[in-house]
């Protein structure tokens, strides 16, 4: 399937969910896209956080609200508060067990009310029915030739989507734009390539 040449934006006031070695990228572009405050949810205990300092180029630290939660009880009650809040834009929560049919139904409930985006940064196999889509995003591996311009793709495949087709964005990282872009895939070339001008 050819790739989307527009980068993926996710559906307003809905929950949605990111798996793969990539999340962390996915869930900072989406939140550096959303207007307002973004609030960034994980256990106490998690070793796999993000860093303000690191995302800067994404997000800029001060729309950054980090909270710990003891447990996953809290962590679900803090991520429902954040959304239903209408005070915050963004919010990005990372889960350690699989959500309920009801647990996820009510953060959608959550989302809706106060008019928030959520993301919930998840392990492999523990997506929610009740999530709106589901991402997979992960390195995307290029020639060895193309590494040293091309060494940040990424793959984002959508794999499940209540409103909508699948499909796979392969993006990277544009130093002087400061921007996530989508690449275009590797084709190759029939004719002799044209001399500037």
Not at 41 to 63: E, F, K, W
Not at 76 to 90: C, D, I, K, N, P
Request: charged content about 20%; glycine content about 10%.
């Amino acid at each position: 399937m050819p790739s989307p040449t527009v980068l993926p934006k996710l559906a307003p006031f809905r929950v949605h969910e990111v798996g793969g070695a990539g999340a962390h990228a996915f869930a900072m572009v989406q939140a550096g896209a959303a207007v307002g405050p973004v609030v960034y949810i994980c256990p106490s205990h998690d070793t796999d956080r993000l860093l303000p300092s690191g995302v800067a180029q994404l997000l800029p630290p001060a729309r950054l609200m980090m909270v710990q939660a003891v447990g996953e009880v809290d962590l679900l009650w803090a991520t429902e508060e954040a959304l239903r809040s209408g005070a915050v834009g963004f919010v990005i929560a990372a889960p350690q067990k699989p959500l309920s049919l009801t647990a996820g139904r009510r953060l959608q409930l959550a989302a809706e009310a106060g008019r928030c985006t959520g993301l919930l940064m998840i392990r492999d196999g523990m997506g929610s029915n009740a999530a709106q889509t589901r991402w997979h995003c992960a390195p995307e591996w290029r020639a060895p030739e193309l590494l040293g311009r091309d060494s940040t793709l990424h793959k984002w495949s959508l794999i499940k989507n209540k409103e909508g087709t699948l499909g796979d964005w392969c993006v990277g990282w544009n130093e002087k734009a400061r921007a996530i872009c989508v690449v275009p895939p590797v084709g190759q070339r029939r004719e002799a390539a044209q001399a500037a001008l």
